[in-house]
């Protein structure tokens, strides 16, 4: 029986079948896996590249990222850092554009004390693609702001745009300077909480400034730009 042709053409058939159906699976569980781990990012991905290469995108750099020597800041670099974007915040006051450029550059230097290759990058897209692997929330936040930012060195970008920015790019330091460990996501990936920093005896946890201190003096005729909405 097993050498009757028409036997083994329905053999041959279910066996191409099976691997049809467990390809499919797989696939699916990847693209699930993805998701999960990149959130919104995964969106820009697939939106971008389109799904299989967006997926093929999304592991390349997590590979790249988990070859990065990547490290917690010191306790005087996190008092510097946040003493720093205080002095940024402050300045859009009167300097909304200076600030945003001021902003920017800090990023890349809190990313450059943190581990991130940032010397050897250029570009935006570089720092997004490694941001996206441990900060997929906060990536979409910094792509935005720095497309504003680009805007502004030409001069036409309006204040309010400048303020979104600035708003941006703080969610963005909160997280690579406040968070004590880079792959948090691995813990939420679990199902685990990502852990917080200690305080230290007398030490005082840094209040999130509000968007009113954001708010850029208001010029004759000019409406005051709103809080963002949360």
């Given at each position: 029986?097993?050498?009757d042709?028409v036997?083994?053409?329905?053999?041959?058939?279910?066996?191409?079948?099976?691997?049809?159906?467990?390809?499919?699976?797989?696939?699916?569980?990847?693209?699930?896996r993805l998701a999960?781990?990149f959130?919104?990012?995964?969106?820009?991905?697939?939106?971008t590249?389109g799904?299989r290469?967006?997926g093929q995108e999304l592991?390349?750099?997590?590979?790249h990222?988990?070859?990065?020597?990547?490290?917690?800041?010191?306790?005087?670099?996190h008092s510097t850092l946040?003493?720093?974007?205080?002095?940024?915040?402050?300045?859009?006051?009167?300097?909304?554009?200076?600030?945003v450029t001021?902003?920017d550059?800090?990023i890349?230097?809190?990313?450059?004390?943190?581990?991130?290759?940032?010397?050897?990058?250029a570009?935006?897209?570089?720092r997004e693609?490694?941001?996206?692997?441990?900060?997929p929330t906060?990536?979409?936040?910094?792509?935005?702001a720095?497309?504003?930012?680009?805007?502004?060195r030409?001069?036409?970008a309006?204040?309010?745009?400048l303020r979104q920015a600035?708003?941006?790019?703080r969610?963005?330091?909160?997280s690579l300077a406040?968070?004590?460990?880079?792959?948090a996501?691995?813990h939420?990936a679990?199902g685990?909480?990502?852990?917080r920093?200690?305080?230290?005896?007398?030490?005082r946890v840094?209040?999130?400034?509000h968007?009113?201190?954001l708010?850029p003096p208001?010029?004759?005729?000019?409406?005051?730009?709103?809080p963002?909405?949360?």
């Open positions: 029986m097993l050498n042709p036997v083994l053409a329905v053999l041959a058939g279910l066996v191409v079948l099976v691997l049809i159906v467990a390809a499919v699976v797989v696939a699916r569980s990847r693209r699930r999960d781990e959130g919104p990012e995964y969106d820009h991905a697939v939106a590249y799904r290469r967006g592991e390349a750099r997590r590979d990222v988990d070859h990065l020597d990547l490290h917690d800041l010191t306790a005087e670099e946040v003493g720093r974007w205080q002095t940024v915040q402050a300045r859009f006051v009167d300097q909304p554009s200076a600030a001021e902003a550059a800090l890349a230097e809190t990313m450059r004390l943190r581990g991130y290759p940032i010397d050897d990058v570009d935006d897209e570089r693609a490694d941001l996206s692997v441990a900060h906060e990536v979409g936040l910094y792509r935005d720095a497309a504003i930012a680009r805007r502004s030409r001069n036409e309006t204040t309010e745009e600035m708003v941006h790019y969610s963005l330091f909160d406040g968070s004590r460990h880079d792959h996501h691995d939420h679990h685990e909480p990502a852990e920093p200690p305080e230290r005896p007398g030490e840094a209040e999130r400034p968007d009113d201190d708010a208001v010029r004759p005729g000019e409406r005051a730009a709103r963002p909405d949360r």
